[in-house]
C-alpha cells in the first residue's frame, strides 16, 4: 500500500438543528476529510475536529496544520503493509488524535478494498447490525427535552442520551422518567462537574441510568474513581480514554466501570480496537460514541461498532437526523428494530458522492507523491 497522493479537504454542513452541550452550541459541522490513493484504489477518512477546541485541544485549523506539515510528509510515498503500520508511522507525532485519525481511516478504507473486505471484516467484526441510541443536546426548556425524546423513540431508537450540566439535570431526568418510565437512559455532562458535586451526583443514583458519561475534568481520572466510589450508578469515561493504555489505568483504579471508545479520539481505528480487546478481556463493556460525523465518518464508526464487546447502543443515528443531505450514498437508515446496517462492501462499503463534497467544501489541498 504505498501512498501516493494525498488530498485534504475542510468541509462545514449545516445540522438539521443545533447541538449544544455543557460547553459548546454548533450550528454546523465543521471537520476535514482526508482522501489517499494508493495501488490504483482511493480511500476516504475523515477527522471529526470542530472550529473551536471545547471537546479536545483540537480545532479545524490545528488539525489542517498538522497533516499538511507533518502527518502528510510522513506517509506520502512510502509503502505501508497494512493500516496498523501507518498508525504506527504516525504515533511519534505527539497527540493531535483526531487529525491522524482522518489519515489513519482513509488507509483502512484502502487496506479493506485491496482485501475484498467491508472495513468491518478487515477490523474483525462479524455482526450485521449494529444497536443504535440517540443523543439529545441541551435545549432551552424541559419541555424541548421531552419533545426531542419522543420524537427519537418514536423512530424506533433503543437508548436516549441526554446531556445534562449544573442546573440542567435532575429535573430534565425527572421528567424523563415521569413521561416515558423505563426506557434505557443515560445522561452526559461533557465534564461540567467537580467532586464538591457527589452528593449532588449521588441524586442521580434513584433514577435507574444506564451511566452517567465523563462528570469530572477532561483529562482526569483520579477524581473519577473517587466520584464512583460513591455511585450506584456506572461512570462512563470519554474525553479521559485517548489510548488503549489510559482505558487499562482507569480500570485498574475503578475510575468507571464503562468505557466510551470513540476512534478519532484514540489517533484511530487501530487503537480503537486494542481498546475494545483490552475491555472485552477485562469484562468491562464499551459502546461506540462519535462526533455527529458526516457519513464517512459514520461508515467507519458503524464498522467499528460492530465488534462484539460493544454490547451498549452506539451514538450513530440515521443520517437525516443530523444533516439535510448527506455526502455519502446510500444514506445511514434506522431499522425499525432500532438497528442500522453495517455496510458489506469493500472498504468503507458507502459511495462519496463528490459533488455533494464539493457543494461543502470551503479548503481544499493536495499533496504528490515524491517522485
Request: with cysteine; net charge negative.
Amino acid at each position: 500500500m504505498k501512498i501516493e497522493r494525498v488530498e485534504l479537504r475542510r468541509l462545514q454542513m449545516p445540522y438539521v438543528f443545533p447541538f449544544e452541550t455543557s460547553v459548546d452550541r454548533e450550528d454546523a459541522k465543521d471537520c476535514l476529510l482526508v482522501r489517499i490513493w494508493a495501488g490504483g484504489l482511493v480511500g476516504w477518512g475523515e477527522s471529526p475536529v470542530t472550529a473551536r477546541p471545547y471537546y479536545k485541544e483540537e480545532t479545524v485549523d490545528t488539525a489542517w496544520s498538522i497533516l499538511r506539515d507533518f502527518a502528510v510528509p510522513r506517509v506520502l510515498g512510502r509503502d505501508f503493509s497494512d493500516a496498523r503500520e501507518l498508525a504506527a508511522w504516525l504515533r511519534p507525532i505527539r497527540r493531535n488524535y483526531l487529525a491522524k485519525a482522518g489519515l489513519e481511516a482513509a488507509a483502512w478504507d484502502v487496506y479493506a478494498q485491496s482485501r475484498g473486505l467491508s472495513l468491518a471484516q478487515a477490523l474483525g467484526a462479524t455482526r450485521t447490525r449494529v444497536a443504535v441510541g440517540m443523543s439529545v443536546g441541551i435545549e432551552p426548556t424541559v419541555d424541548g427535552v421531552l419533545r426531542r425524546v419522543e420524537t427519537w423513540l418514536a423512530q424506533g431508537y433503543r437508548r436516549i442520551k441526554i446531556k445534562i450540566k449544573p442546573g440542567f439535570d435532575l429535573a430534565v431526568v425527572e421528567a424523563i422518567r415521569g413521561r416515558f418510565g423505563a426506557i434505557g437512559l443515560q445522561v452526559d455532562a461533557n465534564t461540567s462537574y467537580t467532586l464538591a458535586d457527589t452528593e449532588h451526583l449521588r441524586s442521580l443514583d434513584a433514577y435507574d441510568l444506564l451511566m452517567i458519561e465523563q462528570p469530572l475534568d477532561h483529562d482526569d481520572i483520579i477524581d473519577h474513581a473517587a466520584l464512583q466510589r460513591e455511585l450506584r450508578t456506572p461512570l462512563c469515561l470519554d474525553e479521559s480514554i485517548c489510548s488503549p493504555d489510559d482505558a487499562r489505568k482507569a480500570l485498574d483504579i475503578g475510575a468507571c466501570r464503562i468505557i466510551n471508545i470513540k476512534a478519532a479520539r484514540m489517533g484511530g481505528l487501530d487503537a480503537a480496537v486494542r481498546c475494545h480487546d483490552l475491555c472485552q478481556a477485562r469484562g468491562a463493556p464499551v459502546w461506540c460514541g462519535g462526533f455527529l460525523e458526516t457519513g464517512v465518518g459514520r461508515a467507519a464508526n458503524v464498522a467499528l461498532a460492530a465488534l462484539p464487546n460493544f454490547t451498549l447502543p452506539a451514538d450513530l443515528g440515521a443520517s437525516r437526523r443530523y444533516f439535510h443531505e448527506d455526502i455519502i450514498d446510500p444514506w445511514f437508515e434506522v431499522n425499525p428494530d432500532g438497528t442500522v446496517d453495517v455496510p458489506s462492501g469493500p472498504g468503507l462499503g458507502v459511495t462519496v458522492v463528490e459533488p455533494l463534497v464539493d457543494k461543502y467544501t470551503l479548503r481544499r489541498e493536495t499533496f504528490p507523491g515524491r517522485g
